[in-house]
């Protein structure tokens, strides 16, 4: 069992990567999403841009590769892939392990960066749709991920001071936003690593 720091009170839950294992599907949807403009995405890049939103990877990965791809249509074939794929996905066991001990105990929260609609098809395909109230998601912000705003909106409506709460995280990204905004942090990969078939 993954061990929660005694001053805690409050967890907040970063989504894919961390209560679910999307990661693999999300990589092989964003392979068929760029492989035709000539980006080799490998998992090393991958984990660079995870916790990004759609756009936002698809505005990087032009940035990197000198691209000129469309988000809007490439964002729709990643999706309309990884859409297929959703309901292969399970939980990752150490993580909701937790979310089953303190539900109800703690305060917790979502912070993704995730669509609403994504999120939640998310959850309940994991059956987890009943665990949160607060679910923050890329719809609900202006900064992503690194940026702290998707914590500190958990941490507010909670009602906890960032300094009270952990966040799990499996992204780099996430795991800078969350120290940005003053928080304790679990790297999940710690305890869960990722299989990618490429």
Not at 75 to 101: A, C, P, W, Y
Not at 154 to 178: H, S, T, W
């Amino acid at each position: 069992m993954i061990k929660i720091p005694q001053q805690a009170k409050a967890l907040i839950f970063d989504l894919d990567g961390t209560i679910a294992n999307t990661m693999p599907n999300h990589f092989i949807s964003w392979r068929k999403a760029v492989s035709p403009y000539g980006i080799d995405f490998n998992a090393t890049l991958f984990m660079e841009l995870t916790g990004m939103p759609r756009t936002a990877t698809i505005e990087k990965l032009n940035e990197m590769f000198g691209t000129k791809m469309n988000p809007e249509i490439v964002g729709k074939v990643k999706e309309d892939h990884f859409k297929t794929l959703v309901n292969l996905t399970v939980e990752i066991e150490m993580v909701t392990d937790v979310i089953r001990k303190y539900h109800s105990v703690l305060p917790m929260s979502i912070g993704t960066g995730s669509t609403k609609i994504g999120a939640k098809k998310t959850l309940e395909v994991i059956g987890f749709e009943n665990y949160f109230d607060i679910v923050i998601t890329a719809d609900d912000i202006i900064n992503h991920k690194p940026h702290p705003e998707t914590f500190l909106k958990c941490a507010e409506l909670m009602g906890i001071k960032p300094q009270d709460c952990v966040v799990f995280e499996d992204g780099i990204l996430g795991i800078n936003a969350a120290q940005e905004a003053g928080m304790m942090v679990i790297d999940v990969n710690d305890y869960f690593k990722v299989e990618f078939e490429v």
